[in-house]
C-alpha cells in the first residue's frame, strides 16, 4: 500500500519517524488529544522524554488515558500550563519540537492558540534547540483568527536568520477548505 502525501499530517509523520530517535528529548507544545505525544513517545522510546503542554485540563487528561494504555507514560512529563511557560519547566535542549496549533478537536472552537503567545512560545523553544534538531509548527487556518496567527508565524519566521535556521513551508495549494500549513525550522547552529 502507498503512503500519499496528500496533507501535512502525513509530511509531519516522515519529519518524526525520519528525525525523532531512541533517547531524544522532545516537545510537543500543543497536546491536544494526544496524537503527537503517542507517536513522538513510541519514537524515544524508555531513554528518551517528550514534554507536552496544553491550557486545557481535559487536553492533558485525554493524553494521560492514552499514554498510560500505551504504557508510554514513563517517558513523558504532562504540563497543563501554557506552552509560553516552555523555559520554565525545560532546562534541557531538545531534539525535536511540535506545534499544532488552532483549537482541541472535538472540543470549545473559541479555546484557540492565539499569535502572540504562539510567537513567544515558538521564539522560547528556539533557544532550547540543539544543533540540528527541528521545530514543526502546523497552522490551521479555516477557525476564527486562524489565518491571522498563520501570517504572523509566517511573518516571524521569514525574518529568522538563514545562517543560524533552515525554514521552510509545505501549502497543499490545489485542495478546498483551507487546508492547514506546516513550517519546519532546523537548527543550523550558526552563528550571526
Given amino acids: 500500500m502507498k503512503d500519499y502525501l496528500n496533507n501535512v499530517i502525513s509530511i509531519e509523520d516522515i519529519l ?34 517528550v514534554y507536552g503542554f496544553d491550557i486545557q485540563e481535559i487536553a492533558i487528561e485525554i ?5 498510560t494504555k500505551a504504557d508510554l507514560l514513563d517517558q513523558t512529563v504532562l504540563i497543563n500550563d501554557s506552552h509560553t511557560e516552555v523555559d520554565k519547566y525545560i532546562k534541557e535542549k531538545i531534539d525535536f519540537a511540535i506545534y499544532n496549533l488552532g483549537y482541541l478537536p472535538g472540543s470549545h472552537k473559541d479555546i484557540t492558540t492565539i499569535a502572540s503567545t504562539t510567537l513567544e512560545s515558538i521564539n522560547k523553544t528556539l533557544g532550547l534547540l540543539k544543533e540540528n534538531g527541528l521545530v514543526v509548527i502546523i497552522s490551521y487556518i479555516s477557525h476564527d483568527g486562524g489565518f491571522k496567527e498563520y501570517t504572523s508565524v509566517r511573518s516571524y519566521l521569514s525574518l529568522q536568520d538563514q545562517k ?8 497543499f495549494i490545489n485542495q478546498v477548505n483551507n487546508p492547514p500549513r506546516l513550517f519546519c525550522i532546523e537548527n543550523r547552529g550558526g552563528k550571526s
Fill in 63 to 67: 493524553t494521560k488515558e492514552k499514554l
Fill in 164 to 171: 543560524k535556521y533552515n525554514i521552510f513551508e509545505v501549502n
Fill in 16 to 49: 518524526i519517524d525520519r528525525f525523532v530517535q531512541s533517547g531524544n528529548t522532545c516537545l510537543d507544545a500543543t497536546v491536544g488529544n494526544g496524537n503527537d505525544i503517542i507517536k513522538l513517545s513510541q519514537k524515544v522510546g524508555k531513554n528518551g522524554k
